[in-house]
């Protein structure tokens, strides 16, 4: 009631000046109205495809990652852009499916890859077992290799539910690398640090990965229909 007594206010002063004024200058006014209203109308589910599921992360690599990260960051970005809705499979228009087929986790140094033999025998030339003392701590390992690379290749197929096709499929790869040990780092705190790191690493590449799987399933969902 307010805005429209204020714009029938506003259209009767205007009206005072002259019919040539009173035109722009309600144009002007609609169109800001306008901009206002529907500003925050921009996220819209894509056509044909409202609701996705997305399957539990299968690694077939032979490596021990912790593949539930990456399943995470697959909900998260979808989640968090808003156009589509993840609910059940039974419920869902599409279904996601991320199969790591490969992964790939190698120590190296400052200077390049080691392949240094640091293994300590069991039993001495005498036959006895070698002392604890004879081997190294955790953290010696740190002279040969002060960093941990990580690669992941992933297959991402889409299915469209509704008819059992293969909507879309995809390979995603990602890489990079943390300090196994930190300089400060106490002893009985080395393993806790370095599996952190390799944690936080594999966070980082499944959140690209993620990011890059959403841009390119909301392009193809979204696209427009070719022209015949």
């Not at 539910?161 to 995603?172: C, E, G, I, V």
């Not at 780092?185 to 499944?206: D, M, N, Q, R």
Request: charged share 20%; glycine share 6%.
């Amino acid at each position: 009631m307010k805005i429209k007594n204020s714009l029938g206010c506003l259209l009767t002063s205007v009206a005072n000046v002259g019919k040539k004024t009173t035109l722009p200058l309600l144009l002007c006014f609609g169109s800001w109205h306008c901009t206002y209203r529907f500003s925050n109308l921009y996220l819209q589910p894509p056509k044909g495809i409202h609701t996705l599921y997305v399957e539990s992360i299968f690694d077939s690599s032979r490596e021990v990652t912790p593949h539930e990260i990456l399943w995470e960051k697959i909900q998260r970005a979808f989640a968090v852009n808003g156009k589509m809705i993840l609910t059940s499979k039974t419920e869902a228009d599409a279904y996601l499916r991320a199969h790591i087929t490969t992964a790939t986790v190698k120590q190296f140094d400052l200077e390049g890859s080691v392949s240094k033999d640091i293994s300590i025998p069991l039993m001495d030339g005498t036959g006895r077992s070698t002392p604890l003392s004879a081997y190294e701590n955790l953290l010696a390992a740190t002279r040969f290799s002060k960093k941990e690379s990580i690669a992941l290749s992933v297959l991402v197929e889409v299915w469209d539910l509704r008819n059992k096709q293969l909507l879309w499929s995809q390979t995603y790869t990602g890489s990079d690398y943390h300090k196994i040990f930190g300089v400060y780092t106490a002893k009985e705190s080395g393993y806790l640090y370095a599996t952190e790191g390799y944690e936080a690493v594999f966070a980082s590449i499944s959140g690209q990965i993620a990011d890059n799987i959403l841009r390119d399933f909301l392009s193809l969902v979204t696209a427009p229909a070719p022209l015949l």
